[in-house]
C-alpha cells in the first residue's frame, strides 16, 4: 500500500533525527560553543562546483570570507584558494557520552576556511552544529513533555468521563482555574525559587516539569468530551449492560475511541512544547547560553533584524519543518488506516 | 556671578508685535478656547538663533510605552518626561547640545559670591498655554508642590539639599530668590526640567490633598495648563496623544514668528521596539528616537529603498554599562554561596583581572555594529567638560590578567580551568535583563573572555524586575550587567552612586560606614566637589574620583552606547539631544520644509 | 433553569479561586512595583517608600485582597499603581479591542478550517499532505515571527496599515470610512490569528471527520448510493462535530493568549500590552482584573460549546 511507504519515510525521518541528536558530536562540524568573532553573522557559505577559471571539479569546494574593510558583518569569499569539501574529516577533539573519544565529524573544510551551512548567529557559532546539538534537548522536552502532558490529561479526562458527578464538576472547575492563571508569574515565582546556577541537566528537568504541568489541562477537557461521548455509544452501552467491569469497559471500549484525538494532540503539541521553550528561555527557565536548543535557536527569529538582514536564521525552521511534518504523517497514517478511500 | 540673558532688545519688542498682534488675531480664531483677550504690549519673548522655518504640519512620534501620567510633579518614567518636555517649561534650562545652562523662563539669573543665594528674573507677560498669566506667584507655588511631604514628589529629592529644603521667597511680581541651605555646586542646574505649575488651576487640589490625583491621562485637556511649547489635547487609551500648539509660548524666531512652528505633535503609542522601526519606515512616525544599534543598520541597509531617511550618530551617551560585582554585606541573609564567592570578588586583583580579559572592542563591534564606545571608567567620552582623560585606556591582554591572577595565588589545572589559591574552580553566574537584547549580548561575549581565562561563568536571563529584586533587595546574585544614565552631565547628579550610603551605590549598597578605605575617600571628595563652585577644583576633585575608580574597580565599566536617531528628511531644525528628551529637544524649533527634501544635518 | 443556576454558581466560584490564586502568585513572584526607580541615581529611597505608601503597597497581602475584593462587589476594580487611575476608567476600551480582535479572529478561523478539515479528510492524497505539510511549517514558526513577515510583507505591498488600530485622522472620517479604516486595520492582526489557531482546529476536525467516516452507517449510505456532498455534509459533518464543539471554547482562550504576543507586535490597543506591561510592572489590581476578564471570556466560550453540543446532539437534547 502506498500508505506504507510514506509511513516508511516519515519514520525514517524521524529516526533519522533522533540518530543526528545522540550522535550530534560526529554529524555537527564544529562545537556548539565555538565562536568565530571573525565570521559574526555570516551567511551560509556557498559551495561551488565551478571555480574561477571556469573548470569544473568533482569534488565540491569553499572558499574562504573575509570581512569587507571598514564595513561591519559584510563578508566576501576570497577566490584565491579553494577548500574541498571533506567528509570524514579530522576536527575538533570531543568526548561521546564521556566514554569514546574521537577528532572524525561527518564533514568539514580545512582551515583556515569554514563550513556554515546555515550560516552563523550574532556570536560567529555554526548554526547547523547548533542546530543538530539543540536537537538533544528540544527532542526530549518536546517528546517526554508532550507524553507526559497527554497522560495526565489522558488520567483526569477519564476519571471525569467515568466517574461524571461531582468529580466531574471540580476536577473541570479545577482545569479551567488552571488555564485561566497568570502563569507568568508562577514561572517567575520558580525562577526566583531556584538558585540561579543550576546545571544543565536539572534546567532540563525543570523545562520539562513546566512544560508538562501547564499544558496537561486542555487535553483533559479534550480526552474528557470524547470519553463521555464514548460512553453513549451502543456498543459502549451494551458492554456494560452484559454486565462488563467498569474498568473493562473503559479499556476495552471506551479507550480505544480516545485513540484519534491522542495521536492528532501528539503531533501538534510536541512542536508547541518545543517552540513553547523560547518563552520560559525567555524568563530564564531555559538551559541558557551557550547549551543550544531549538527555542533558543528560533528566538532570534522574532526579531525584525534577523528577518531584514540576516535571512538565513530562518533555514533552521526549514530543517525543523520535516520533522514535525513527519509527526504529523505518521499520526495522520495511523488514523486513516482502516478506512477505505472515499469514491 | 551674573548671567547675561539673550532675551529680546525693547527695539526688537516694538519690531515684532506688530506680527505678534497679527498672529494673535488669528490664534482668537483657531484656539476660541484661550478665554483672556489682549496680550499685554510687554511680553518679553526669548528669541532663538536657529534657522527660520514654515508654521504648520504634524510632527508624529513613537514612545515604548503609554506614559504615566501627565503630572510633571509625579512623572518618574522616561517616557511620561518626554511627552511632559514638550507641554511644560523650566526656568533654567540645560542647553541639550552644548549641555550648559541657559535662561529660559527666567530672563537672567544671578548667584551669590557664596553660591548659596540664587536670584531669578522671570520673563514679564508671559501666558499659561490657558492664556492665564505666569509670574513669580506661580513659581513659589510650584517649589511648594515640589517640596510638598506629603506629595513627595521624584523632584523633592533633586530640590534637597542635604537634607534640608531650598527656601523659595516672592521678590515681586517677576523676581524669586532661592536660598539653598548650604553651597551647591550645580547651583542653577537643579532648575532644569522643573516644570513651572499654574497656581490658578492647582491650588485648590494642593490645600484638599488630591494634587497627586490630578492630571492623570484621562484628565480633561482644559484642566491642563503649562508652559511648554505644546498643550495636551486628547488621549485614545492604548493608541495615542495628541498636543496642539500652545499659541502663548514665549520664544520666537530670528523672523519674529512665534514659535512653535508645528501645529500639532503626536504620541502613538508603539511597545516593541521592531514595530516602531517599521512604523518609521511605512512613514507613519516621523522620528525615530531613541533608536538601537540593530535598527540603525537595518535603516542604514535599506537607504536605497528609503531615501527620504537621515540616519544620525550623536556619539556616546550619558549611559554606561557594567560588569557589577556582588559586595554586598550578606552576612545576615543565608547565602553562603555569594559569601564564598566573595572572596573572590572582594579582591581587587580578580577584579582588574576580569577588567583585562574582558575585549571591550568586541562588545563595540558585536554588540553595537560599531556604534558605541569603550568605556574603563564610568564617565562617558560625551561628558566632555568632566571625563578625565589622563587615565589609561589598556587594550585587551589575557597574559596580563594571567599574570594578575597568578600574583594572586590562582592557579590553573591541566584542563585550563582557574582554581582559586584554596584550590577551588572559579565559577560564577552572571544575571542579566532579558529585555535588554544589547546586555544580553554583553553578558554572553564576556562570559566567552572570561571563559578564555578559565572562568567557569554562566549567564541568567532575568526577568527585569526579578533582577533588580536580586541586586538590590536580596543580593542574590554574583555578578550582572547592568546599565546606568547620569540624569545630568555633572557630578552632583551621581551622588547616589558614588556615596557609599548611597542607594544607587550597587555594587555594596547603603554601607552604614564605608567598607574601605578607598570609598572613604570617595565620599570625601564627592562631598566636597558639591559644596565647591569654582568648576577647575571640582574637576580635580572629580578627576581624582575617576582615578581612585579605575585602581580599585568597584565595578568595570564597559561600553556606552552611541545616540542614535533617525529623522524623515524634510524636517528642519532638529536639534537632537544625548540626554532626555533626545531627539524632542529642539521640537519647538522642528519644521516641515514646504517642498522636497532638505539634506542631513 | 437549574442548570443555568448551577453554571452560574461555578463561575462564580472559579472566578473567586482564580482571584486567590493570582494574588497568590503574585507575591510569589519577586520585585515590587517602583523597584525600576532604584535605578534612576537621582531619585531617593525615600521617595520610592513614600510612592508605595501612597497605594497602600506596605499593607499586608491579605488585607489588599480585601481591600480590592470589596471594592469589586461595588463595581470598583481597584487601580493602577503605574498610571494612578481606577482600573475601571482605562479598562473597557481594551477589553472591547482585544473582543473585537478574538472573535472575529476565532469566527474567520472556523469558517476557513471547517471546509479544510473536511476537505482533507474526504480526499486522500496531495491535499491532505499539502495542508499537513503548511499547518507542519505553522507550528514551527513562531507567532512573533509570524507577525514579522505579514509586517514585512505588508510595508513593502503599501496596502494594509503597518500596525495600530486607527488611523491619525480617524476622528475626522464618516462612519463608513470609520469602518473601513478599522477593517484595513483589522485585517494583519486577525491574520496571524488565524494563522496560529488554523493548524489546530484543521487536524481536529480532520481527525474526528475520519473517525466518523469510518463508521458503518456512513459505509451504508455511500453504498447505498447516498450522494457523496450528502454523505458528508449531512451524515458525517453533524457526527463529527460533537468532538469539535469543546474546541469553541478553546479557540477562544487560545486566541485570547496568542492575542497578547500578536497585539504587541501589531500595536492593537487591546488587553495584551496592558497585561504583559502590568505583568512587568507587578501591577497587582489590573493584572488580577485582567485575569479575572478573561477567565469570564473563557467561562463564555466553554458556554457557548456547552450550548452548540446541545443544539446538534439529539440525545442530549432529549435526556
Known amino acids: 500500500m502506498r500508505h506504507l511507504s510514506l509511513l516508511r519515510i516519515s519514520v525514517a525521518v524521524i529516526a533519522s533525527f533522533y540518530l543526528v541528536a545522540i550522535a550530534a558530536e560526529f554529524f555537527a562540524p564544529y562545537g556548539f560553543a565555538v565562536s568565530d568573532r571573525e565570521h559574526t553573522n555570516c551567511p551560509p557559505t556557498r559551495i561551488h562546483v565551478v571555480d574561477e577559471s571556469g573548470h569544473w571539479h568533482l569534488r565540491p569546494f569553499v572558499y574562504r570570507y573575509v570581512e569587507l574593510p571598514g564595513e561591519l558583518e559584510s563578508y566576501q569569499e576570497v577566490r584565491s584558494q579553494r577548500y574541498p569539501l571533506e567528509f570524514f574529516i579530522q576536527g575538533a577533539k570531543y568526548k561521546f557520552a564521556n566514554i569514546l573519544s574521537g577528532r572524525r565529524h561527518l564533514f568539514g573544510v580545512a582551515s583556515p576556511a569554514s563550513i556554515f551551512i546555515f550560516g552563523t548567529d550574532e556570536y560567529g557559532r555554526d548554526q547547523l552544529s547548533r542546530f543538530i546539538y539543540g536537537a538533544r534537548i528540544s527532542l526530549i522536552v518536546g517528546t517526554l513533555a508532550a507524553a507526559v502532558a497527554l497522560f495526565i490529561g489522558l488520567g483526569v479526562g477519564a476519571l471525569c468521563g467515568t466517574f461524571g458527578g461531582w468529580v466531574d464538576v471540580v476536577i473541570m472547575r479545577f482545569t479551567e482555574l488552571f488555564m485561566a492563571l497568570p502563569w507568568l508569574y508562577l514561572l517567575l515565582a520558580v525562577r526566583a525559587i531556584l538558585p540561579l546556577r543550576t546545571s544543565a541537566s536539572v534546567s532540563l528537568l525543570i523545562l520539562l516539569s513546566v512544560v508538562a504541568l501547564v499544558g496537561w ?65 525567555f524568563l530564564g527557565l531555559g538551559v541558557g547560553e551557550p547549551i543550544p536548543s531549538w527555542g533558543s535557536i528560533l528566538a532570534p527569529l522574532a526579531r525584525y533584524e534577523s528577518l531584514a538582514l540576516h535571512w538565513w536564521l530562518v533555514l533552521p525552521v526549514c530543517a525543523v519543518v520535516p520533522l514535525f511534518f513527519s509527526y504529523h504523517e505518521v499520526t495522520s497514517i495511523l488514523q486513516r488506516d482502516d478506512i477505505p478511500p472515499m469514491m | 556671578m551674573g548671567v547675561s540673558a539673550r532675551t529680546v532688545s525693547p527695539r526688537h519688542v516694538c519690531a515684532t508685535l506688530g506680527v505678534c498682534a497679527i498672529s494673535f488675531a488669528i490664534f482668537q480664531i483657531s484656539a476660541p478656547r484661550s478665554s483672556q483677550a489682549a496680550l499685554t504690549s510687554h511680553e518679553e519673548l526669548l528669541q532663538t538663533d536657529s534657522p527660520v522655518g514654515h508654521p504648520g504640519g504634524r510632527l508624529v512620534f513613537a514612545l515604548r510605552s503609554e506614559p504615566k501620567t501627565l503630572n510633571p510633579v509625579l512623572a518618574a518614567d522616561t517616557i511620561s518626561r518626554d511627552v511632559l518636555s514638550s507641554m511644560h517649561a523650566d526656568l533654567i534650562h540645560i542647553n541639550r547640545v552644548s549641555l550648559k545652562t541657559e535662561p529660559a523662563l527666567a530672563k537672567s539669573w544671578k548667584v551669590s559670591a557664596d553660591g548659596k543665594i540664587i536670584t531669578i528674573k522671570l520673563r514679564e507677560g508671559l501666558r499659561f498655554s490657558d492664556g492665564q498669566p505666569f509670574d513669580a506667584d506661580d513659581v513659589v507655588f510650584s517649589f511648594r508642590v515640589y517640596q510638598d511631604e506629603k506629595i513627595h514628589s521624584p523632584q523633592r529629592d533633586l530640590l534637597t539639599i542635604n537634607g534640608k529644603p531650598i527656601a523659595v521667597e516672592r521678590v515681586d511680581t517677576y523676581t524669586v530668590r532661592f536660598t539653598l541651605p548650604d553651597t551647591y555646586a550645580a547651583g542653577e542646574r537643579i532648575f532644569d526640567s522643573v516644570a513651572m505649575l499654574p497656581r490658578h488651576k492647582l491650588e485648590k487640589s494642593l490645600a484638599d490633598g488630591t494634587l497627586a490625583k490630578q492630571w492623570a491621562l484621562n484628565a480633561a485637556p482644559s484642566d491642563i495648563a503649562g508652559l511648554g511649547p505644546f498643550r495636551f489635547r486628547s488621549y485614545v487609551p492604548g493608541q495615542q496623544i495628541a498636543l496642539e500648539r500652545n499659541p502663548f509660548y514665549w520664544k520666537q524666531d530670528k523672523s519674529g514668528v512665534r514659535l512653535p512652528y508645528l501645529s500639532e505633535l503626536d504620541f502613538l503609542f508603539v511597545a516593541n521596539e521592531d514595530a516602531q522601526l517599521l512604523r518609521f519606515e511605512s512613514g507613519d512616525t516621523d522620528v525615530l528616537s531613541p533608536m538601537s544599534a540593530s535598527s540603525y543598520a537595518i535603516l542604514k541597509n535599506s537607504a536605497n529603498s528609503s531615501p527620504n531617511v537621515c540616519l544620525n550618530d550623536l556619539g556616546a551617551s550619558l549611559e554606561f554599562n557594567f560588569l557589577d560585582f556582588n559586595l554586598n554585606d550578606v552576612s545576615s541573609k543565608n547565602l553562603p554561596d555569594v559569601q564564598r564567592k566573595q572572596t573572590w570578588f572582594g579582591d581587587v586583583r580578580f577584579r582588574k583581572a576580569v577588567s583585562s580579559a574582558i575585549d571591550r572592542d568586541a562588545l563595540v563591534r558585536l554588540v553595537y555594529g560599531g556604534r558605541a564606545t569603550p568605556l574603563w571608567e564610568h564617565v562617558t567620552p560625551a561628558d566632555k567638560a568632566w571625563i578625565n582623560t589622563s587615565l589609561p585606556r589598556p587594550a585587551r591582554s589575557l597574559d596580563q590578567a594571567r599574570k594578575i591572577l597568578k600574583d594572586a595565588g590562582y592557579s590553573w589545572d591541566g584542563d585550563g580551568n582557574l582554581k582559586d589559591p584554596k584550590g577551588t574552580p572559579v565559577s560564577f553566574t552572571i544575571a542579566v535583563s532579558v529585555s535588554s537584547q544589547p546586555r544580553s549580548k554583553i553578558a554572553t561575549l564576556v562570559q566567552q573572555d572570561l571563559g578564555d581565562l578559565g572562568m567557569n561563568v554562566q549567564v541568567v536571563p532575568l526577568e527585569f524586575r526579578a533582577l533588580l529584586d536580586r541586586v538590590f533587595n536580596t543580593f542574590d546574585y554574583d555578578a550582572a550587567v547592568l546599565a546606568l544614565t547620569s540624569g545630568d552631565a555633572d557630578p552632583t547628579s551621581e551622588m547616589n552612586i558614588w556615596l557609599s550610603s548611597g542607594a544607587t551605590h550597587v555594587w555594596h549598597l547603603n554601607e552604614a560606614s564605608p567598607a574601605t578605605p578607598w570609598e572613604a575617600e570617595i565620599d570625601r571628595l564627592m562631598n566636597q566637589q558639591m559644596t565647591t563652585v569654582a568648576y577647575k577644583k571640582r574637576k580635580a576633585l572629580y578627576d581624582r574620583v575617576q582615578e581612585i575608580e579605575q585602581q580599585n574597580l568597584p565595578f568595570i565599566s564597559l561600553v556606552s552606547p552611541n545616540v542614535l536617531f533617525a529623522a524623515k528628511k524634510n524636517l528642519g531644525n532638529v536639534q537632537p539631544a544625548i540626554i532626555e528628551p533626545y531627539a524632542l529637544a529642539g521640537v519647538d524649533q522642528t519644521y516641515f520644509y514646504e517642498k522636497g527634501a532638505n539634506s542631513c544635518q | 433553569m437549574k442548570y443555568v443556576l448551577h453554571r452560574i454558581a461555578h463561575t462564580v466560584v472559579l472566578l473567586l479561586a482564580v482571584s486567590i490564586f493570582s494574588f497568590l502568585l503574585l507575591t510569589l513572584a519577586p520585585g515590587k512595583p517602583f523597584d525600576e526607580m532604584r535605578t534612576n541615581p537621582q531619585v531617593s529611597s525615600a521617595t520610592i517608600a513614600a510612592e508605595r505608601m501612597r497605594y497602600g503597597l506596605d499593607r499586608p497581602i491579605v488585607e489588599r485582597y480585601f481591600y480590592w475584593g470589596k471594592g469589586l462587589l461595588h463595581g470598583d476594580a481597584g487601580f493602577s499603581f503605574s498610571y494612578g487611575m481606577d482600573v475601571r476608567s482605562f479598562i473597557w476600551a481594551p477589553t472591547r479591542n482585544t473582543l473585537l480582535l478574538t ?76 469602518v473601513l479604516d478599522l477593517m484595513r486595520h483589522l485585517f494583519l492582526p486577525v491574520l496571524i490569528l488565524v494563522f496560529a489557531i488554523l493548524p489546530v482546529l484543521v487536524r481536529h476536525i480532520r481527525a474526528s471527520m475520519l473517525d466518523v467516516l469510518r463508521a458503518p452507517y456512513i459505509e451504508a449510505a455511500r453504498l447505498g448510493g447516498v450522494r457523496r456532498m450528502r454523505v458528508i455534509w449531512r451524515l458525517a459533518a453533524p457526527a463529527a462535530a460533537n468532538p469539535i464543539f469543546p474546541f469553541v471554547g478553546f479557540s477562544i482562550g487560545y486566541l485570547l493568549s496568542v492575542s497578547l504576543i500578536v497585539e504587541v507586535i501589531m500595536q492593537w490597543p487591546g488587553l495584551g500590552p496592558l497585561f504583559l506591561e502590568s505583568i512587568y510592572s507587578r501591577d497587582l489590581f489590573v493584572v488580577v482584573d485582567v485575569v479575572l476578564l478573561s477567565t469570564l471570556f473563557m467561562v463564555v466560550g466553554n458556554l457557548i460549546a456547552d450550548l452548540l453540543l446541545y443544539w446538534n446532539d439529539p440525545r442530549i437534547r432529549l435526556s
Not at chain 3, 492524497?125 to 499547518?135: N, Y
Open chain 1, 217 to 281: 489541562a486542555k487535553p483533559a477537557r479534550l480526552f474528557r468530551g470524547v470519553i463521555l461521548s464514548a460512553q453513549e455509544l451502543d456498543f459502549v452501552v451494551a458492554a456494560s449492560v452484559i454486565g462488563g467491569g467498569k474498568w473493562y469497559v473503559f479499556r476495552r471500549h471506551v479507550l480505544p475511541q480516545t485513540g484519534s484525538l491522542l495521536l492528532t494532540q501528539a503531533a501538534l503539541l510536541i512542536p508547541q512544547f518545543v517552540i513553547a521553550e523560547v518563552t520560559l528561555s
Open chain 3, 103 to 178: 472573535i472575529t479572529a476565532t469566527i474567520l478561523a472556523w469558517l476557513i478550517s471547517i471546509p479544510i478539515g473536511i476537505w482533507c479528510a474526504t480526499s486522500n492524497g496531495a491535499i491532505d499532505r499539502v495542508t499537513g505539510l503548511a499547518t507542519s511549517l505553522l507550528v514551527s514558526l513562531p507567532e512573533p515571527f509570524l507577525a514579522l513577515c505579514l509586517l514585512y510583507v505588508a510595508l513593502r505591498l503599501k496596502y494594509t496599515p503597518i500596525g495600530g488600530m486607527s488611523s491619525l485622522d480617524f476622528d475626522a472620517f464618516s462612519i463608513g470610512g470609520k
